[in-house]
Nanobody
Framework: QVEITESGGGLVEPGGSLRLSCAAT????????ISWHRQVPGQQRERVAY???????EYADSVEGRFTISRDNAKATMYLQMNALLPNDTAAYFC?????????WGRGTQVTVSS
């Protein structure tokens, strides 16, 4: 059973930065495509950042240029660096690991952008 632990959420002022982390208890982290998603209550979950196993990345238009997804396969950990945060970035953020054999969601970490 793979366990996923997210961390790094919290309260930040507009214009500030946060780095989210998502650690998985697996020694084959490198086979997963990874992504970060966010959800506001009453709205659909949306993907904000994606990284293929090759390193290719994709970002939602709303976060392009402000968020950066990265991974450390040796540590089985993925990250989301969030800069220039806006109140509209307030949401629960979830990591997602996707392979042919398994799809795994984190439990979410809350990010609140407010003055």
């Amino acid at each position: 059973q793979v366990e996923i632990t997210e961390s790094g959420g919290g309260l930040v002022e507009p214009g500030g930065s946060l780095r989210l982390s998502c650690a998985a208890t697996t020694n084959i982290f490198s086979i997963y495509d990874i992504s970060w998603h966010r959800q506001v209550p009453g709205q659909q979950r949306e993907r904000v950042a994606y990284m293929h196993t090759s390193g290719r990345t994709e970002y939602a238009d709303s976060v392009e240029g402000r968020f950066t997804i990265s991974r450390d396969n040796a540590k089985a950990t993925m990250y989301l660096q969030m800069n220039a945060l806006l109140p509209n970035d307030t949401a629960a953020y979830f990591c997602y690991l996707d392979s042919i054999h398994r799809k795994l969601w984190g439990r979410g970490t809350q990010v609140t952008v407010s003055s």
